[in-house]
């Protein structure tokens, strides 16, 4: 699987921004898409997943409420759309697919980086205070 971002930039706080991964090479069903991001010389922290069969959601708790995960299948792309940006937010953002669609169920699990198989690019996403 070939996970491609794009989206992201350079903007103020409170402003909004839609990051968009899609997949090449096999569709997202029966697969969950997780968000991920690290910040300069921090860990990967989750953000939020999706589990693509039945469009379960799951968020952080630093994201629940202005942070959406949502997918279109047509398209195979899964989104993210952050809406009152904080500076805090600051990061580069990943998209991912882990080996299995069940780790979602279990949050210990879709929150660990190691449960993911497939990365895409990253994106910088960075918000001026």
């Known amino acids: 699987v070939e996970l491609v971002q794009s989206g992201g930039g350079l903007v103020q706080a409170g402003d909004s921004l839609k990051l968009t991964c899609t997949a090449s090479?096999?569709?997202?069903?029966?697969?969950?898409v997780g968000w991920f991001r690290q910040a300069p010389g921090q860990k990967r922290d989750f953000v939020a997943a999706?589990?693509?069969?039945?469009?379960?959601?799951y968020y952080a708790d630093s994201v629940k409420g202005r942070f959406t995960i949502s997918r279109d299948n047509a398209k195979n792309t899964v989104y993210l759309q952050m809406n009152s940006l904080k500076p805090e937010d600051t990061a580069v953002y990943y998209c991912?697919?882990?080996?299995?669609?069940?780790?979602?169920?279990?949050?210990?699990?879709?929150?660990?980086?190691?449960?993911?198989?497939?990365w895409g690019q990253g994106t910088q996403v960075t918000v001026s205070s």
């Open positions: 991912a697919v882990p080996r299995s669609g069940t780790v979602v169920y279990v949050p210990s699990r879709r929150q660990n980086p190691n449960e993911y198989d497939y």
């Open positions: 090479g096999r569709p997202f069903t029966n697969y969950a």
């Open positions: 999706i589990y693509w069969n039945y469009g379960y959601t």
